[in-house]
């Protein structure tokens, strides 16, 4: 059987992938096996949800000594939240109110360290977000009439 372009290119392609693949695996056994990054905690997930404390700093223009105490805050006020999230014992109404309760808290921390105009843009950041998933509206106009 004479060869052709086509199995001579697979050849090739084929040769270039297992090549790879050796590389990688000789790469991976001399490498530490630790992750560098820490696993989340329990009953969290992988990818954060929302800006980090860093991002908001820059964006209400704090200074070093705000920084810090918003940081505190904020882990806190996170912190919270997840514990909040996870107890499951709690029913539904219980938790959005726990929860309101909680911002409250929190946006009255912030009303003590930030500036009048720092709060604003704090608001305008906070509120910038998608909004509730259990909210009752009304009936979609889409819908089809119903049959007689």
């Known amino acids: ?3 052709t372009k086509n199995m001579i290119l697979a050849t090739l392609v084929a040769a270039l992938f297992a090549g790879n693949i050796a590389a990688r695996a000789q790469d991976n056994s ?3 096996t630790t992750p560098s990054t820490p696993p989340p905690p329990a009953g969290a997930s992988a990818r954060p ?3 980090n404390a860093d991002y ?3 964006q209400l223009d704090l200074t070093d000594e705000q920084k810090a105490k918003f940081s505190a805050a904020y882990d806190s006020f ?3 939240v997840r514990a909040l999230v996870a107890d499951k014992s709690l029913s539904p109404e219980d938790r959005r109110s726990q929860m309101k309760d909680l911002r409250q808290d929190f946006n009255t921390q912030l009303k003590s360290l930030l500036t009048p105009d720092q709060f ?3 608001e305008k950041i906070s509120t910038h977000r998608r909004p509730p998933v259990h909210t009752q ?3 979609s106009t889409n819908a089809p009439p119903a049959a007689n």
């Open 1 to 3: 059987m004479k060869p």
């Open 30 to 32: 001399t490498t530490p």
């Open 49 to 51: 949800h929302g800006p």
């Open 56 to 58: 908001i700093a820059k």
């Open 78 to 80: 996170r912190q919270k």
């Open 120 to 122: 604003a843009k704090w």
């Open 137 to 139: 509206t009304a009936p």
